[in-house]
């Protein structure tokens, strides 16, 4: 079973906000929830919206099935085991939390979410497919910062982003491109200009993600 199976039966018994989900349903992080939800939302799968979870009963953005899909009764509720919602640990430029900024931006901008990769387990794939308002496919290769040997391992990964933006154009020459990264690195900022050339030629975007959670387009 997916995480994305896991967060659908779960929400098929309550409505629940993503620090409930993400126990429940045994996804973690709980930001890999919220990358999850949002693109669900998006394609119009689940609702979305500011309520009260099933669960802690608190009022909070909050996750249910649409038209009425849930067996919305105490006897479901109940069932659902006892949690205490921990706070996400993994740092804000962790590449399952640049993912989710992304995911959240292009939702925003009227892009229609196709695929979201769950990061925290290494699944295979785009990280991000997304349809555009025109109807050209957004193909999107999502990169963190590493906490331990910092510029020597996000040279590698600034790489394999590069590696992954070359094998997206040999699939499909019409598919628009793009790498995240998290904004404020120098490794990273310093390596881009260096491929100028390349970034002109495959015509790619890049996503830059703050600290604060905004998103910037080069």
Same mark, same amino acid.
């Given at each position: 079973?997916?995480?994305?199976?896991?967060?659908?039966?779960?929400?098929?018994?309550?409505?629940?906000?993503?620090?409930?989900?993400?126990?429940?349903?045994?996804?973690?992080?709980?930001?890999?929830?919220?990358?999850?939800?949002?693109?669900?939302?998006?394609?119009?799968?689940?609702?979305?919206?500011?309520?009260?979870?099933?669960?802690?009963?608190?009022?909070?953005?909050?996750?249910?099935?649409?038209?009425?899909?849930?067996?919305?009764?105490?006897?479901?509720?109940?069932?659902?085991?006892?949690?205490?919602?921990?706070?996400?640990?993994?740092?804000?430029?962790?590449? %399952? &939390? !640049?993912? /989710? =900024?992304?995911?959240?931006?292009? +939702?925003?901008?009227?892009?229609?979410?196709?695929?979201?990769? @769950?990061?925290?387990?290494?699944?295979?794939?785009?990280?991000?497919?997304?349809?555009?308002?025109?109807?050209?496919?957004?193909?999107?290769?999502?990169?963190?910062?590493?906490?331990?040997? %910092? &510029? !020597?391992? /996000? =040279?590698?990964?600034?790489?394999? +982003?590069?590696?992954?933006?070359?094998?997206?154009?040999?699939? @499909?020459?019409?598919?628009?491109?793009?790498?995240?990264?998290?904004?404020?690195?120098?490794?990273?900022?310093?390596?881009?200009?260096?491929?100028?050339?390349?970034?002109?030629?495959?015509?790619?975007? !890049?996503?830059?993600?703050?600290?604060?959670?905004?998103?910037?387009?080069?």
């Amino acid at each position: 079973m997916t995480n994305k199976d896991r967060i659908l039966s779960a929400l098929s018994h309550a409505s629940l906000c993503d620090d409930c989900l993400s126990a429940v349903s045994g996804v973690e992080p709980r930001q890999q929830v919220y990358s999850i939800c949002t693109g669900l939302h998006a394609n119009k799968l689940i609702h979305r919206h500011h309520g009260k979870c099933d669960h802690c009963r608190k009022a909070k953005l909050t996750n249910s099935m649409l038209n009425n899909q849930r067996p919305h009764d105490e006897v479901a509720v109940a069932a659902l085991p006892s949690i205490t919602p921990t706070k996400d640990s993994r740092p804000w430029y962790w590449e %399952g &939390n !640049v993912q /989710a =900024r992304v995911v959240s931006y292009l +939702a925003k901008t009227r892009y229609a979410i196709r695929s979201v990769s @769950d990061t925290a387990s290494r699944e295979a794939g785009k990280d991000i497919v997304a349809v555009g308002p025109d109807g050209h496919e957004l193909w999107v290769s999502v990169k963190g910062y590493p906490e331990s040997s %910092g &510029n !020597v391992r /996000a =040279r590698q990964w600034f790489s394999a +982003a590069i590696f992954d933006l070359l094998l997206y154009r040999g699939q @499909d020459p019409k598919a628009r491109l793009a790498m995240a990264l998290p904004a404020g690195f120098v490794t990273y900022s310093n390596l881009l200009p260096r491929i100028v050339w390349l970034k002109q030629d495959m015509q790619f975007q !890049v996503f830059w993600v703050s600290e604060d959670g905004s998103v910037g387009v080069e």
